[in-house]
């Protein structure tokens, strides 16, 4: 008998050779036999994925579909079985691209009233704080440090960001007086500090007013100070300081939220008036259920 009894099968199963990497090195000649086209892949779909095709003096006389568990095939079931990538996960809706922007904008600017009413009025120096509710120990550690912030943040950021830096001194300590390790030498808080200060200003980076090596270098430190800094940007902000990780917008730069209108210099609040006017007449003319 020969072998064209298969033949008979291209109606329902169609055929090509079997592929190496379904058999491994030989493919179909290794194994002696053929394998079958779109119509065996409905098969393993729908049925169990094991054919038994009876042949009568070279005729195609049944094909039935058994279950492959319990099988003499059973042991080679999982290995001949098509890998399925795994479904993607499908992306959570996003809110239009100018809501995104006004989301932004208000932890920015410290919440959707101080947005509301931000101006670029530039900030001026205020009075001495008053430090007398922080122990002995901490205040006299906070003083020799807003000395060293008068002395290196006017030239790296500028001078109302060195207004901001120690403003944001200030209330970080205040707030939590442990962000002063005790293991951290003066002049590593004082790096750290600018550094925010800058960041949440959008002042620090590749073509900004600094970069982040300047501020390293200038106050004496072996490391990046950025870490640090997002410990102070954290007490002052209440814990928001990051864009929500499931809302990627391209646009807005990368700044640490400080949270407050007062610790933001006057250039930058005249980019972000811009964008809210912008963003507030994109909602006036997108319809609701945009």
């Given at each position: 008998?020969?072998?064209?009894?298969?033949?008979?099968?291209?109606?329902?199963?169609?055929?090509?050779?079997?592929?190496?990497?379904?058999?491994?090195?030989?493919?179909?000649?290794?194994?002696g036999?053929?394998?079958?086209?779109?119509?065996?892949?409905?098969?393993?779909?729908?049925?169990?994925?094991?054919?038994?095709?009876?042949?009568l003096?070279?005729?195609?006389?049944?094909?039935?579909?058994?279950?492959?568990?319990?099988?003499?095939?059973?042991?080679?079931?999982?290995?001949?079985?098509?890998?399925?990538?795994?479904?993607?996960?499908?992306?959570?809706?996003?809110?239009p691209?100018?809501?995104?922007?006004?989301?932004?904008?208000?932890?920015?600017?410290?919440?959707?009233?101080?947005?509301?009413?931000?101006?670029?009025?530039?900030?001026?120096?205020?009075?001495?704080?008053?430090?007398?509710?922080?122990?002995?120990?901490?205040?006299?550690?906070?003083?020799?440090?807003?000395?060293?912030?008068?002395?290196?943040?006017?030239?790296?950021l500028?001078?109302?960001?060195?207004?901001?830096?120690?403003?944001?001194?200030?209330?970080?300590?205040?707030?939590?007086?442990?962000?002063?390790?005790?293991s951290?030498?003066?002049?590593?808080?004082?790096?750290?500090?600018?550094?925010?200060?800058?960041?949440?200003?959008?002042?620090?980076?590749?073509?900004?007013?600094?970069?982040?090596?300047?501020?390293?270098?200038?106050?004496?430190?072996?490391?990046?100070?950025?870490?640090?800094?997002?410990?102070?940007?954290?007490?002052?902000?209440?814990?928001?300081?990051?864009?929500?990780?499931?809302?990627?917008?391209?646009?807005?730069?990368?700044?640490?939220?400080?949270?407050?209108?007062?610790?933001?210099?006057?250039d930058?609040?005249?980019?972000?008036?811009?964008?809210?006017?912008?963003?507030?007449?994109?909602?006036?003319?997108?319809?609701?259920?945009?």
């Amino acid at each position: 008998m020969g072998n064209e009894w298969y033949e008979d099968l291209a109606d329902e199963l169609g055929h090509h050779d079997w592929r190496e990497e379904e058999f491994g090195d030989g493919g179909a000649a290794a194994h002696g036999g053929r394998s079958w086209g779109p119509g065996w892949s409905s098969v393993q779909r729908e049925g169990n994925g094991l054919v038994r095709i009876t042949v009568l003096h070279g005729t195609v006389v049944d094909v039935d579909y058994p279950p492959v568990r319990g099988s003499k095939f059973e042991h080679l079931d999982q290995r001949l079985l098509p890998r399925r990538a795994a479904p993607p996960i499908p992306m959570a809706p996003q809110p239009p691209e100018h809501e995104l922007k006004l989301t932004w904008l208000e932890a920015v600017a410290g919440g959707a009233e101080a947005l509301a009413v931000l101006d670029d009025s530039p900030l001026v120096p205020e009075a001495e704080p008053d430090l007398a509710q922080l122990s002995w120990p901490v205040r006299t550690r906070l003083e020799r440090i807003l000395a060293r912030i008068d002395e290196y943040a006017p030239s790296l950021l500028g001078p109302e960001g060195a207004i901001v830096a120690r403003r944001l001194a200030v209330r970080a300590v205040s707030a939590r007086p442990t962000v002063l390790s005790t293991s951290d030498r003066d002049q590593a808080n004082v790096g750290a500090i600018i550094h925010a200060a800058g960041k949440g200003n959008d002042l620090v980076g590749p073509g900004k007013w600094v970069l982040a090596k300047d501020i390293q270098a200038e106050c004496g430190l072996s490391s990046s100070p950025s870490q640090r800094a997002r410990n102070f940007a954290d007490a002052v902000s209440g814990g928001r300081l990051d864009w929500p990780s499931s809302w990627m917008h391209r646009e807005t730069p990368a700044v640490i939220v400080l949270g407050s209108p007062d610790l933001l210099v006057s250039d930058f609040r005249r980019i972000l008036i811009a964008e809210r006017d912008l963003a507030l007449r994109l909602r006036a003319v997108t319809p609701a259920s945009a």
